[in-house]
């Protein structure tokens, strides 16, 4: 079948090959895209819909982000390791996404607030300035400070605009983690932000007019996937770009944290960029010497005598700075069996428990799933009534998401006694499942645990509720 005539679905779970990349440099790369060129965004997020398993939508979405690159190389090869490149030659592969008329638009209808939504700044002679007045950001006093040279940066584009909330919401699942954005529009000839690097897996995409980039390596070892973001460098710290190319609309510049980079707008064109990212704290540090190792340390305080005993009464003589060059057999004695310790405490870390933990937080912290109109009309956002005793028992379930996994700490203070019902849903998504066939007690506490859980607008039925 010609590309022509086959749906912006079919296209991308259909992707094979990607184009082999040209222009390879050491520690970045350039992939050029002769590409689907006839696949729009909204055909994408419209074929998405009838899609239903979350994570087969983020791969879809995923797949059409980084095209032609190939997902499976790009998490092997590029991922946390190394900037790419991708240019489309498409000025319209992100078309629908958000563009200035819609970023005027929201100034017009929404209360943007400086601070909050919207930050309007300058990077001129090596100096950076946020120029944010106090209160609501109007659309004169906006569009007076982008003509004298600002960059306008909104912080939260997915509040404002439902097509970077349906694909924010759809990626978070392919990430295992929230997934945010920026949107950064800057005047031709200007620079808006000093060169820094991020703590967070950034995706540029050009949207409209052009942007100039510099990408360089990490300057040492502790910057490479750093847990904070850094501070704004000068251009003496920051060495040789590994990375020099200018962005037009349709490309796409990935760098992982620690990278440090700047953009700067050429003298004959705008560039309204939105920055998608992802990944911020997700490392296994975070998971185990923050979450894992004090709960290790509280159960092995609980049930192992060895961790609860004192310290020698003559610690202070041979422990401690002072005593670091001393030699004192009752010092390698004592870390000995501090080692010992250490090497038992691996047997009490409840790494299922802390990564539930993290769990919950990505929880809290993600986008509410873009609902399709069928999902509605089958859910506790479009119910028009509750369920009739006569047939409730016989509605058939579906979780909304694969990370349903995650609520099950989340909802667990009222789902205490269905901890084996929860996990059969979710080992059973994406499949419906009836009522009756919940391992619940009693008939009653199926009911109670379904309609909490759909009141609560976690599942929804595989028909739409009727009035009755």
């Excluded at 638009?105 to 700044?121: A, E, F, H, W």
């Excluded at 923050?290 to 609980?302: N, Q, R, S, V």
């Excluded at 979780?399 to 006694?417: A, E, G, H, M, P």
Aim: aromatic fraction near 10%; include cysteine.
């Amino acid at each position: 079948m010609d590309k022509k005539h086959m749906s912006a679905l079919s296209i991308y779970q259909s992707l094979s090959g990607g184009i082999k990349p040209q222009g390879q440099e050491k520690d970045c790369e350039t992939h050029n895209d002769e590409g689907v060129d006839n696949v729009s965004l909204g055909a994408l997020l419209t074929d998405l819909t009838k899609v239903n398993n979350s994570r087969n939508r983020a791969n879809i979405l995923f797949k059409w982000l980084i095209h032609p690159v190939q997902d499976k190389s790009f998490f092997r090869d590029d991922w946390e390791k190394k900037p790419i490149l991708i240019q489309r030659q498409n000025p319209d592969y992100y078309k629908g996404l958000f563009s200035t008329a819609e970023f005027d638009s929201i100034l017009r209808n929404d209360d943007v607030q400086y601070g909050v939504n919207l930050d309007v700044t300058s990077y001129t002679n090596g100096k950076r300035e946020t120029h944010n007045p106090p209160g609501r950001a109007l659309p004169y006093t906006v569009w007076d400070f982008y003509e004298s040279g600002c960059s306008l940066r909104m912080l939260n584009p997915q509040a404002f605009s439902s097509a970077v909330w349906q694909v924010l919401s759809v990626l978070q699942e392919k990430f295992g983690s929230m997934a945010g954005a920026n949107v950064y529009l800057t005047p031709a000839g200007t620079q808006g932000f000093a060169p820094h690097y991020d703590d967070i897996e950034a995706f540029v995409l050009q949207l409209e007019g052009k942007k100039h980039w510099r990408v360089y390596n990490p300057r040492s070892e502790e910057e490479v996937l750093p847990w904070c973001p850094s501070p704004n460098f000068s251009q003496n710290d920051i060495g040789q770009p590994i990375m020099d190319v200018v962005l037009e609309a349709g490309d796409l510049l990935y760098f992982p944290r620690g990278f440090i980079h700047q953009g700067d707008c050429l003298p004959d064109a705008h560039s309204l960029h939105i920055t998608v990212s992802s990944f911020q704290r997700k490392s296994v540090e975070e998971i185990l010497l923050l979450k894992l190792m004090p709960a290790a340390l509280e159960i092995a305080m609980e049930e192992d005598v060895e961790f609860r005993k004192g310290l020698p009464l003559d610690y202070l003589q041979f422990m401690g700075v002072q005593n670091s060059e001393k030699e004192d057999p009752r010092r390698g004695k004592f870390l000995a069996h501090v080692e010992g310790l250490m090497k038992k405490l691996v047997n009490y870390a409840p790494v299922d428990a802390s990564v539930d933990q993290k769990a919950r937080d990505f929880l809290h912290d993600c986008l509410p799933p873009v609902l399709s109109a069928e999902e509605k009309a089958s859910s506790v956002y479009g119910a028009p009534a509750r369920w009739g005793d006569s047939c409730a028992v016989t509605e058939t379930l579906c979780l909304f998401f694969t990370r349903l996994r995650i609520s099950r700490v989340y909802l667990k203070k009222k789902t205490q006694k269905h901890i084996d019902a929860m996990e059969f849903l979710i080992h059973s998504y994406p499949k419906f499942v009836s009522v009756s066939s919940l391992p619940c007690e009693t008939t009653e506490a199926k009911m109670s645990l379904a309609e909490l859980l759909f009141e609560k607008g976690v599942i929804h039925t595989a028909e739409p509720l009727t009035a009755e």
